[in-house]
């Protein structure tokens, strides 16, 4: 998963702690056993000692090899034997006087080779997380709060149906969305007036989507150009800022238009928009601008990239906030 640096730095901060602090653990247990039985400890020593014996006793003249290693071995079964009757008549697990690693899968490295290990996804999972809560709260979003009784149930003569029931193809194209969520799935452009669930969705689909342990970056149009302003003109290290924006399984642009559009956001926004489509990796895009503006405001290659590359859901209805504003005043 290509989780951004900030996230990857965080989550392999938060496993060397828990390394640090199961090596603590590990060590606290231990002495306490050996405290209470010193004869352990005393036994311990000695079977570490083994290899040592081995080499000294093949340099020793007074008994051959064999002789050597017999005896040695001799030695470390009778203190084996006392090791394990110490431990049964104390009730001690043998894996108690383990020095365990944090994962026993890489050794709390959170690597197995060039591939990143479950414990080290977990953690990206989880860091991921509270970046998208950080990001207008789109981590705490889910599908369970996107209430389709708030869309009109009469049918509207422009549509030829009701908005709730074209709302209610949007909410379960959505939720399969999330289901079915791979590097390669749809890019999706979510259009319709403001107030009509277009930031709840996206960010029903971001948190569901970052559950599943995909890499999700999910910004407001006015930071994202922000960002691209900021490294271009203020000499940044390249790509420091926007690189998250390419490299990212799942980038969700939210509010698009409500920005200053300059020549430089409409260049940033093609090398977004293109260059994900190019590598294959899925977008989505909300926006309050209905498809006529999007060339006038943006370019022709944007707007066909949009409209013709994307999958486009149209929101529609009544203004959701000023409904829920209203019922909470009653």
């Known amino acids: 998963m290509a989780y951004s640096k900030e996230v990857l730095h965080r989550a392999e901060a938060r496993l060397e702690q828990a390394r640090r602090q199961n090596e603590l653990d590990c060590e606290r247990r231990i002495a306490a056993i050996y405290e209470k039985l010193p ?40 203190l084996q034997r006392e090791r394990d009757w110490i431990l049964e008549s104390e009730n001690i697990d043998p894996e108690d006087l383990e020095r365990e690693p944090v994962c026993r899968l890489c050794g709390g490295s959170g690597w ?69 969520f791979s590097t390669s799935s749809d890019s999706l452009l979510f259009m319709g007036a403001t107030g009509l669930g277009k930031t709840l969705l996206s960010g029903c689909i971001a948190r569901a989507v970052a559950d599943r342990g995909y890499s999700v970056c999910y910004v407001s149009a006015g930071k994202l ?11 940044k290290e390249d790509g420091a800022l926007t690189g998250e924006y390419l490299q990212t399984d799942l980038l969700i642009i939210d509010d698009l238009g409500t920005e200053m559009t300059t020549q430089f956001t409409v260049s940033a926004l093609y090398q977004i928009v293109n260059g994900r489509l190019l590598s294959g990796k899925p977008t989505i895009v909300s926006t309050n601008l209905p498809d006529t503006e999007l060339e006038a405001r943006y370019s022709a290659q944007i707007a066909s990239r949009l409209l013709g590359a994307y999958t486009l859901y149209q929101f529609c209805g009544t203004d959701v906030r000023l409904l829920r504003k209203m019922e909470n005043k009653i």
């Not at 150009?225 to 000499?235: A, H, I």
């Open 39 to 78: 004869r352990l400890a005393e036994i311990d020593r000695e079977l570490r000692r083994t290899s040592a014996k081995v080499y000294a006793a093949a340099f020793r003249g007074s008994e051959s090899p064999e002789q050597a290693m017999q005896k040695l071995k001799e030695e470390n079964l009778s």
């Open 112 to 180: 197995r080779g060039a591939a990143m290990c479950e414990c080290l996804q977990e953690l990206c999972r989880q860091e991921q997380k509270k970046a998208l809560l950080h990001s207008f709260g789109a981590g705490k979003e889910s599908f369970d709060k996107f209430r389709l009784d708030v869309y009109p149930e009469r049918i509207d003569p422009k549509l030829g149906v009701s908005p709730r029931a074209v709302m209610k193809r949007v909410y379960e194209s959505a939720v399969s969305y999330t289901k079915t």
């Open 225 to 235: 150009f922000s960002d691209f302003e900021t490294e271009k003109f203020r000499l």
